[in-house]
């Protein structure tokens, strides 16, 4: 066994590799395979990605900027190093997004009759309805505000679209003007549809911007305006509640979140032709230097295009319509002995999106109605506004039934959403607690308590995703239904140790963070290892949305150097360095990105044939370990765990067309074959997703 060298560096840097992550999703957009308006949607979603990025990682390293300037990340790399290195990778990756945007993506739309009808395209009869609309619907809505004492810079509140005006003369007061600014509400429509026979298309749009830039010296009568521009500032949007301060989390949250949109500034996006005088302006304004900001040749808020791929109904521009079917044996009359007895029978496995998410909505409204059902306990991470599972809870407490809910309330961006629901909950007698402070609640569990035959049974559902209808349809992930009394009863008890106190409570069969999961995986791991140094077979794989945690990452590069073969799928980050040699020359680590956004959690340790696998809400990250409450749970029927290693690892590690190889220096290059293609997502759609399951 070849020794490691004592310098090499064992972690590569996790902001680099999120940045890496969305070069493997804009691939998508790049890849002319996909479909137009899919390509579009998928430089918004890096759009999107980015915006948080800025708010929460970069916001992280600056603040390690100010206060541990000389610590070291797990890389080897100082703060400013990896700041730099960051800056430089982010500025890369926004160049490419908008030079394919305007090079490719919008002239290939417009071919297409998809057009977006700039300002400076205009004919004499286009500029007259666009300055109609602009006086009756835009104007009104608009407050400009001219610098000067009486005047101060504006509040402008985290990724709002603005505008930077240029001026000249004098106002009917005698007062100079020079710059004046204009915030564009966010009731304005960012795209409006100009009429058909204007535009010569039907599918024909506005840009508020563009009536801005035309029309914004309405707002200035009498003043010359030499120039407007776009602008928009992100800002650290995470969120900080003392855990030993507060006495009402709720309270404490909401507090919080008034001031979220108003954190330090940390990236300023501005129009390519902004003026560097207007610039270094806006750049003193916020206090940010030349590396935060971005000079963009197009919209400032790129995830706001999403609504054009909405909008066009062009079926053939977007990825064809699939809704996974409902599985036997829950496509069958929806009564509550049938679907209690069918999960009594055996053990029930949901792969969504390729099978339905109605099963679980069906779970919750047979138990709302039902009279055997004493009580419903559910945990809430993200759900969503206009939640049909939050309807069935509130039922089900109107109704009389015990309702226990879990609602976390840091979830990230979902936090007045939940507060909402919470509210809701409460109002109509249901039993709210918000989990444990410091350890956000991210277990994905629903039990029914049931009456049957003068005792209660419990009926279980844990999952590795939301309980989300809409993000069902597009993430993937397992769902288990169980009536097993042993898991089960592990269930019941984490409910009892969120809502009340106690010592730790023994689970028999479910692993739970922050108790028993990690060191159960560094167990696993290890067993594996012994294997192999004991001649015996030996393998490890595992699926997740990121790997971090550095002893789980510690652990298994010894088990590689044993000799283990590890295969991991890894959607987003990984900071483990795969192919080293003496270190991880056993380890391969592949990200499938495509249609779906993998978002599945499962765990194999072959074991000596007996093939241990679970799936889990948890990421191998330091905070799904040690600071949230998560759940693994073991597949225990033996067909359904062959189906788990199928559809998670068999077919992944066979794709052929949308799966990335990472590289030891953490870079990912496209796996291709002269094999036929195969491609997961379309597999499973044919194959899980075929009617009937």
Known sequence: MPARKPAEKLFLNRELALLKFNERVLAQAEDPRTPLL???????IVGANLDEFFEIRISSIKEQLRQHPGVKGGDGVSPAESYQQISDAAHTLVARQYALLNNEIFPALAAEGVVLHLAQTWTPSQRAWAHEVFVREVMPLLTPIGLDPAHPFPRVSNKTLNFIVSLSGRDAFGRQ???????????????MKMPDELSGHANGYVMLTSFMQLFVGDLFPGMKVSGC????VTRNSDLYVDDEEITNLRLALQGELTQRHFGDAVRLEIAETTTPELERFLMTEFS??????YRVDGPVNLSRLMQLCNVVDRPDLKFSDFRGPVPVPFNATLRAKDLFGAIAERDRLLHHPYESFQPVIDFLTVAASDPAVMAIKQTIYRTGEDSELMTLLLAAARSGKEVTVVVELMARFDEQTNINW?????????????GVVGHKTHAKMSLVLRREKGRIRRYAHLGTGNYHPRTARLYTDFGLFTADPRICEDVDKVFAQLTGLGEQRKLKYLLQAPFTLHATMISMIRR?????????????????NSLLEPSVIEELYKASRAGVKIDLVVRGVCTLRPGVEGLSENITVRSII??????SRVFYFLNEGEEATYISSADWMDRNFFRRVELATPILDPELKRRVIDEAFTYALRDNVQAWLQQPDGDYTRIKSRRKPFVMHQHLMQTVGSEGG
Do not use: N, T
């Open 229 to 232: 521009y776009q602008w928009r």
């Open 38 to 44: 899919e390509r579009l949607r998928f430089v918004c």
């Open 177 to 191: 003007a020079s710059i004046a600014i204009v915030q564009a509400p966010r009731a304005l429509p960012r795209l």
């Open 594 to 599: 495509g249609r779906f956004l993998e978002h």
């Open 528 to 544: 594996e290892a012994r294997h192999a140094r004991a001649g015996k077979p030996a393998r490890i794989m595992a699926k997740m």
């Open 288 to 293: 940010l230097d030349a590396s935060a900001v």
């Open 422 to 434: 919470a509210a809701r909950l409460e109002e109509v007698g249901a039993h709210v607690v918000y």
